[in-house]
C-alpha cells in the first residue's frame, strides 16, 4: 500500500510539473521567461488533484477489502487447517469480481473530500470579505468532517459485507448499515475496546523511539538543538505504527461483523457457530463491561 500510494505522488509530482510549465512562454523587458497558466491547465490541475484522492482511497479501498476477505474466510471455515493462502485468495476475488465496488465507494470519498477542500478555499475567500460568516463556517465543516467519517465507516463496512457475501457495494452498504445498527451496543462495547488498545499501541511506539533517539543523539558531537531529529523520529515512528495497525484495525472490524452475522445465520443449537469460544467470551463480556445488551438467544458463555 505504501509503495503504490508513493508511486501515485510522483506521478502526480510529475503531472503537475507538466501542467504548471504548460503554455506560452511570455518574455518581459527585462528577460525573464515566465509560462502564464491558461484557464484550461488550471482546470487540469483540479482533475489531476481529483484523480490523486481518487487513486489514494482506491489502494487504501483495495487494502482494507484485501483484509476483510483474508479474516472472513478464516472465520467461516470450520476446518483452520484446510486454509490455503486467504490472503492469495482475497486479491484474485478482488481482481476479478469487485474492483468495480471498490472504485465506486473510493470515488464516493474522493469526492467528499474534494468538496470539503473547495468549501474550505471559499470559506478562505469569503473570511476575506465578510468576518461574521467565521462561526456557519466553521459548524459547516464539522458538519462535512462527521459525514465525511460517516462515509469512510460505512464503506469499510461495505467491503466486509462484500467479501462475505460478494454483493455490490449499494447493497453491502446497506446490509453493513443493518447489521450495525441492530448490533449497536455490542459494536459500540467491542470498538471503544479496540480503538484504545491500538492508540495505546501507537502511542508506546512512539514514546519508546523518543526515547532511544534520545539515548542514541544525546553524545553526539556537533548537535546543537537534539528535539529535531526526535521530533522527526517520533513522527515518522507514528505513522509506520499506523500503517501497521491499521491492518488490525480492519482485522478487527471484520471479526465483529463476521460475528454479527454469524449470530443472525445460526442459533447454536440446530446450525453451530462458526466462532470460537473464546471469542464469544470476549465480545460478550466486553458489552457486559460497558454495561449493555443481553446474550442472544441459544447462547451461553458459561
Not at 204 to 213: D, N, P, R
Request: hydrophobic residues 50%; positive net charge.
Amino acid at each position: 500500500t505504501f509503495i503504490s500510494i508513493t508511486v501515485i505522488c510522483c506521478f502526480l509530482l510529475v503531472g503537475f510539473v507538466f501542467l504548471q510549465t504548460s503554455g506560452k512562454p511570455l518574455v518581459d523587458s527585462e528577460g525573464m521567461v515566465t509560462f502564464p497558466v491558461e484557464t484550461f491547465f488550471q482546470v487540469m490541475r483540479w482533475l489531476l488533484f481529483f484523480g490523486f484522492l481518487w487513486l489514494s482511497q482506491f489502494v487504501l479501498a483495495c487494502q482494507n477489502f484485501i483484509v476483510a476477505g483474508a479474516v472472513s474466510v478464516w472465520y467461516f471455515t470450520r476446518d483452520k487447517s484446510k486454509l490455503r493462502n486467504p490472503i492469495c485468495k482475497s486479491f484474485r476475488i478482488l481482481v476479478c469480481f469487485h474492483l468495480g465496488s471498490v472504485a465506486f465507494g473510493s470515488l464516493i470519498i474522493a469526492i467528499m473530500k474534494l468538496i470539503r477542500i473547495l468549501f474550505r478555499l471559499l470559506e478562505k475567500y469569503l473570511n476575506n470579505q465578510n468576518q461574521r460568516c467565521e462561526i456557519f463556517w466553521k459548524i459547516f465543516q464539522c458538519c462535512l468532517a462527521c459525514f465525511e467519517n460517516f462515509l469512510k465507516f460505512l464503506s469499510k463496512n461495505a467491503y466486509i459485507m462484500i467479501a462475505i457475501y460478494g454483493d455490490s457495494f449499494c447493497a453491502s452498504a446497506r446490509r453493513a448499515f443493518g447489521s450495525l445498527t441492530s448490533n449497536a451496543m455490542r459494536v459500540a462495547a467491542v470498538d471503544s475496546i479496540g480503538d484504545f488498545i491500538l492508540f495505546v499501541g501507537k502511542v508506546g511506539v512512539t514514546v519508546a523511539i523518543a526515547f532511544i533517539a534520545l539515548e542514541i543523539l544525546k553524545n553526539v558531537d556537533g548537535l546543537h538543538y537534539i528535539w529535531v531529529p526526535v521530533a522527526l523520529s517520533c513522527l515518522f515512528a507514528f505513522l509506520c505504527c499506523h500503517c501497521f495497525l491499521s491492518v488490525y484495525e480492519m482485522a478487527i472490524d471484520t471479526l465483529l461483523l463476521c460475528f454479527c452475522e454469524d449470530c443472525q445465520m445460526n442459533d447454536g443449537i440446530t446450525r453451530p457457530y462458526f466462532m470460537s469460544r473464546s471469542l464469544m467470551v470476549f465480545v460478550e463480556r466486553s458489552r457486559k463491561s460497558a454495561k449493555i445488551g443481553h446474550l442472544p438467544k441459544g447462547k451461553s458463555i458459561d
